[in-house]
């Protein structure tokens, strides 16, 4: 049997009603020299007959629900290409992204991992925006290291546009369950210490934003489990002897981000006290973080239903249809 070049390794669990869409979009690639690997993580509902129907040639793999990141390690280990697409059973890959980062990949030998822009999309895949890291302005290759600098501030990596070497990536360890919700970013950074990383401005996949419980892991988080894992991984890097003194100048503004992003997590589930703490820990972290400590801590005061008021604005708007063009930072992490 022939290797070939890419893998596109779908990891799933009761996604029967958005899987085909996935699905159709890597069938649809302008690029045909890939498998499709779908590791259902046990579903209990049709996503065996919706892949079996749409994708035949697919190697579905069963297996009793292990949740993530184990699912996402199966699907590394029974990928058979050069090179490993990242794809949510819910996202939609741009009919050229293939062809595009499989020819990045293959004109930069040192270039372990592309990643690119990604449109947002709802429920019913309409666009609602474009989701880039606020501090790109076009297509780059740059050190690992060069992009470890941003990546302590903010996962600004959109996993379904991950590309990478297969062979890069079992070297790295694969995902490290110890990491809790940020196996992810921890994964890129890990790759980024010792290899080069290119990025695309032009969105590479459509990427599902899920509102409520049902949707992102992040919803049902608690403050102190972002906490927890967010910390864990800042340490990994910021105490490595590899690399820490090249980000000593940062440390403590990556570490005041922190706090702020825990403490706006504690005012979205109502833990006021975390809230507060957080807020303080920023101000004392770096002077940069002050004034937006300070709104935190104001927040924290406010009444609850001005607070749920103002959040439910927030959320109406992020379900707007997008105008194109339109750009968004996503949110850190």
């Not at 209990?44 to 009793?64: F, G, L």
């Not at 600004?156 to 990536?169: F, K, S």
């Given at each position: 049997?022939?290797?070939?070049k890419?893998?596109?390794v779908?990891p799933?669990?009761?996604?029967?009603?958005?899987?085909?869409?996935?699905?159709?979009?890597?069938?649809a690639?302008?690029?045909?020299?890939?498998?499709?690997?779908?590791?259902d993580?046990?579903?209990?509902?049709?996503?065996?007959?919706?892949v079996?129907?749409?994708?035949?040639?697919?190697?579905?793999?069963?297996?009793?629900?292990?949740?993530?990141?184990?699912v996402l390690?199966?699907?590394?280990?029974?990928a058979?290409?050069?090179?490993?697409?990242?794809?949510?059973?819910?996202d939609?890959?741009v009919?050229?992204?293939?062809a595009?980062s499989?020819?990045?990949?293959?004109?930069?030998p040192?270039v372990?991992m592309?990643?690119?822009?990604?449109?947002?999309i709802?429920?019913?895949s309409?666009?609602?925006?474009?989701s880039?890291?606020?501090?790109?302005?076009?297509?780059?290759?740059?050190?690992?290291?060069?992009e470890?600098?941003?990546?302590l501030?903010?996962?600004h990596i959109?996993?379904p546009?991950?590309?990478?070497?297969r062979?890069?990536?079992?070297?790295?360890?694969?995902?490290?369950?110890?990491?809790?919700?940020?196996?992810?970013?921890?994964?890129?950074?890990?790759?980024?210490?010792?290899?080069?990383?290119a990025?695309?401005?032009?969105?590479?996949?459509n990427?599902?934003?899920?509102?409520g419980?049902?949707?992102s892991?992040?919803?049902t988080?608690?403050?102190?489990?972002i906490?927890?894992?967010?910390?864990?991984?800042?340490?990994?890097?910021?105490?490595?002897?590899?690399?820490r003194?090249?980000?000593?100048g940062?440390?403590?503004?990556a570490?005041a981000?922190?706090?702020?992003?825990?403490?706006?997590?504690?005012?979205e589930?109502g833990?006021?006290?975390?809230?507060?703490?957080s807020?303080?820990?920023?101000?004392?972290?770096?002077?940069?973080?002050a004034?937006?400590?300070?709104?935190?801590?104001?927040?924290?005061?406010?009444?609850a239903?001005?607070?749920n008021?103002?959040?439910?604005?927030?959320?109406?708007?992020?379900?707007?249809?997008a105008?194109?063009?339109?750009t968004?930072?996503?949110a850190p992490?």
């Amino acid at each position: 049997m022939s290797t070939p070049k890419v893998s596109v390794v779908i990891p799933t669990y009761n996604r029967a009603h958005l899987i085909g869409e996935t699905l159709e979009s890597v069938l649809a690639q302008t690029f045909g020299d890939y498998e499709i690997v779908v590791v259902d993580d046990g579903s209990t509902d049709d996503t065996r007959s919706v892949v079996t129907r749409i994708a035949p040639q697919a190697r579905y793999i069963y297996q009793e629900n292990t949740g993530i990141p184990e699912v996402l390690n199966v699907c590394l280990r029974e990928a058979r290409g050069e090179y490993i697409q990242h794809l949510g059973s819910d996202d939609v890959l741009v009919e050229d992204t293939l062809a595009r980062s499989v020819a990045l990949l293959d004109a930069h030998p040192d270039v372990a991992m592309v990643h690119g822009a990604a449109w947002l999309i709802d429920e019913a895949s309409e666009r609602l925006s474009i989701s880039r890291p606020g501090f790109a302005t076009g297509d780059y290759i740059r050190s690992g290291r060069e992009e470890i600098r941003d990546l302590l501030f903010s996962n600004h990596i959109v996993a379904p546009t991950v590309m990478a070497r297969r062979q890069v990536m079992l070297e790295m360890g694969i995902y490290d369950a110890r990491f809790g919700l940020y196996e992810d970013w921890n994964l890129w950074t890990r790759i980024a210490k010792k290899h080069d990383i290119a990025y695309s401005h032009e969105p590479l996949v459509n990427y599902r934003v899920h509102g409520g419980p049902s949707g992102s892991i992040f919803h049902t988080a608690s403050a102190h489990d972002i906490d927890l894992y967010r910390r864990m991984h800042l340490d990994d890097v910021l105490n490595d002897p590899s690399v820490r003194d090249i980000y000593a100048g940062v440390k403590r503004r990556a570490l005041a981000l922190h706090h702020l992003v825990v403490g706006k997590r504690a005012c979205e589930t109502g833990e006021m006290w975390y809230a507060r703490r957080s807020a303080v820990r920023a101000a004392f972290s770096h002077p940069s973080a002050a004034a937006a400590a300070a709104r935190l801590f104001a927040r924290t005061l406010a009444p609850a239903p001005l607070v749920n008021f103002v959040r439910r604005r927030r959320e109406k708007r992020t379900q707007r249809p997008a105008t194109f063009g339109t750009t968004s930072q996503r949110a850190p992490e």
